[in-house]
């Protein structure tokens, strides 16, 4: 009785780690059959579209994931990348600055932004949700103030080839997507540093009392997060061809409903960066193949709503589970 029992207990923890992939590959054999979106659904170049499309999210939500790590939302990355964008964007065209200056000047923003929100939350203790949800409004006002509401055209063609260009097929910004999850994943999963924010999400003062920094970790997350920020934003300079009048807030809900919905994955209960490109995947996949089945614009938002609905509902569910 006790082996059954094991053996049972097994198979729902790899249920519970493999559900939301098992749930992926089935979402891409659905709209594989489907009539209506067979013929194009796994084609190359949809796929190729989805996923350079997608590159931009799934930096965001890489973004997202840090701070939520240690348990603060951090709900100024659209904003951030936006920003980032329209600095890396402004410089090039409008200053005529070298595409690397633009590029370092783009990731410092970043880097600057993270630091504010990470002073903001760490050192004046205030709550993350609105500090961050602060700098976003501001944010937001100063690109309206720079822009007039208008786009920045980009005119540098290494950047605009970079954004649209491939290599062996790929999408080249997916190249940058790679390289940047690989160094999360290492950082967060493999290193001691990785493990010490992990432990202070998952219990605050009992952190403290072992003698871990809180505070300088929480700070390093946001700065984390900024950077990260940053990079999306140059990627998404080069993939629109400029830069945009947004606050980023179409960004930044479907990259915290990714956040959610991958720490369901691989590790239940914790956010993880495998676990975030598969959920950046699934919502790509299901609103990709919902718009090639012919479904109407609006079903992109309801969507990605109730994504985010269910996936902050089961999170929250695994972490009590956890923790009981």
């Known amino acids: 009785m006790t082996a059954v029992v094991g053996a049972r207990h097994r198979w729902a923890l790899w249920a519970e780690r493999l559900g939301l992939p098992v749930l992926l590959l089935l979402i891409i054999a659905f709209f594989s059959i489907l009539p209506a979106s067979g ?7 949809n796929i190729g579209v989805v996923l350079a499309n997608q590159s931009v999210l799934l930096l965001v939500a890489l973004a997202v994931m840090i701070p939520l790590l240690t348990g603060s939302f951090d709900f100024s990355v659209g904003a951030t990348a936006v920003t980032c964008g329209l600095v890396c964007t402004a410089l090039s065209t409008h200053a005529g600055l070298p595409l690397w ?6 990731v410092l923003t970043g880097a600057v932004i993270g630091t504010i929100n ?5 050192l004046l203790d205030l709550n993350a949700f609105v500090s961050t949800l602060g700098v976003a409004t501001l944010l937001g006002g100063l690109i309206q103030w720079y822009t007039h509401g208008q786009p920045i055209i980009l005119t540098d ?12 097929g790929i999408p080249r910004v997916l190249l940058v997507v790679v390289v940047v999850a690989a160094a999360v994943w290492f950082l967060l999963g493999a290193t001691a540093y990785g493990r010490r924010m992990s432990a202070v999400g998952a219990n605050p003062r009992a952190a403290v009392l072992v003698g871990l920094p809180r505070r300088r970790l929480v700070a390093s997350a946001f700065i984390l997060s ?7 934003g140059i990627v998404l300079s080069a993939r629109t061809g400029g830069a945009n009048p947004d606050t980023g807030m179409g960004l930044l809900f479907p990259a915290l409903a990714a956040a959610f919905l991958g720490s369901t994955a691989f590790s239940p209960g914790r956010f993880n960066t495998p676990g975030t490109i598969v959920g950046v ?10 718009t090639l089945a012919g479904a109407q614009n609006w079903v992109d938002g309801v969507f990605n709503g109730l994504a985010l609905i269910a996936a902050v509902v089961l999170s929250t569910a695994l972490r009590r ?4």
Do not use: D, E, H, N
């Open 157 to 168: 063609t290494a950047m605009l080839s970079f954004g649209s260009g491939r290599v062996w």
């Open 39 to 45: 013929k194009t659904f796994l084609t190359g170049q």
């Open 118 to 122: 990470g002073l903001l939350v760490s």
């Open 321 to 324: 589970s956890m923790s009981g």
């Open 281 to 290: 995947l699934f919502l790509a996949v299901s609103v990709s193949g919902l």
């Open 226 to 232: 900024g950077l990260i920020g940053g990079i999306a």
């Open 101 to 106: 200056v633009c590029i370092a000047a783009a």
